[in-house]
């Protein structure tokens, strides 16, 4: 699946009197420009890749996800889960999913909610970190083609991030499904595995890795 990604937006300066007045001590132009931050990039997916978008807070990260994701559905027509969209219901976790409960404690374990305890409680009971880890679990639970997760593991400590990672992917490539992740963090590298890395900077300077 190939895609070609461009995208580029027009910036306005609106010329307040105290805008004026920094722009004057600074020696800064207020003139309208393009702010390109994707220029014909070139990006070729397979069904079953593991795909890690990461770089800096504000370089174009979520854009290029969205413009993946859009170009997965419109043009692959290919089921998309996107974890910004899981709702969690008030229910104990052993209830939220799997068709048994045998494959519910396996699926919460994957994603590191495997502490007895944890099983029968709610989503009001648990931390952001632990809520953010049950809405994996549901991206992994759902009839999907392709798991989406921007800003992933943003709220988990490092170590916990790097195992869920790990795990996602394993089950990723087990269940012959698709991965997209996007983070600003870079040490994720070794526990995705991924087959393709994007590394994004500012401006329209982007640097796209093909695992061998």
């Known amino acids: 699946m190939k895609f070609t990604v461009s995208k580029k937006f027009n910036?306005?300066?609106e010329r307040?009197?105290?805008?004026?007045?920094?722009?004057e001590a600074f020696g800064l132009g207020l003139d309208d420009r393009e702010f390109i931050l994707y220029d014909e990039l070139e990006i070729d997916l397979e069904p079953?890749?593991?795909?890690?978008?990461?770089g800096q807070s504000g370089s174009g990260?979520?854009?290029?996800?969205r413009q993946l994701v859009s170009g997965l559905q419109e043009d692959h027509d290919l089921k998309i889960v996107n974890i910004e969209e899981v709702e969690l219901p008030e229910v104990p976790l052993v209830d939220q999913v799997g068709t048994s409960t045998k494959e519910a404690l396996e699926l919460l374990s994957r994603v590191g909610l495997n502490d007895a305890y944890l099983f029968i409680r709610k989503p009001s009971e648990l931390s952001d970190?632990?809520?953010y880890r049950l809405r994996l679990a549901h991206v992994m639970n759902q009839d999907a083609d392709v798991?989406?997760?921007d800003e992933f593991g943003a709220v988990l400590d490092r170590v916990t991030a790097k195992?869920?990672?790990y795990s996602m992917q394993k089950y990723a490539r087990r269940m012959l499904k698709m991965l997209l992740v996007a983070t600003t963090h870079t040490d994720?590298?070794?526990?995705?595995?991924?087959?393709v890395t994007i590394e994004k900077y500012f401006r329209e300077k982007v640097d796209v890795i093909k695992a061998d």
């Open 129 to 131: 970190g632990q809520r």
């Open 147 to 149: 798991w989406v997760a």
């Open 16 to 23: 307040t009197p105290r805008v004026i007045e920094v722009a």
């Open 188 to 195: 994720l590298g070794e526990e995705l595995a991924a087959n």
């Open 11 to 13: 910036t306005t300066v």
């Open 163 to 165: 195992v869920v990672a």
């Open 61 to 65: 990260k979520s854009v290029l996800l």
């Open 48 to 54: 079953t890749d593991i795909v890690y978008i990461t």
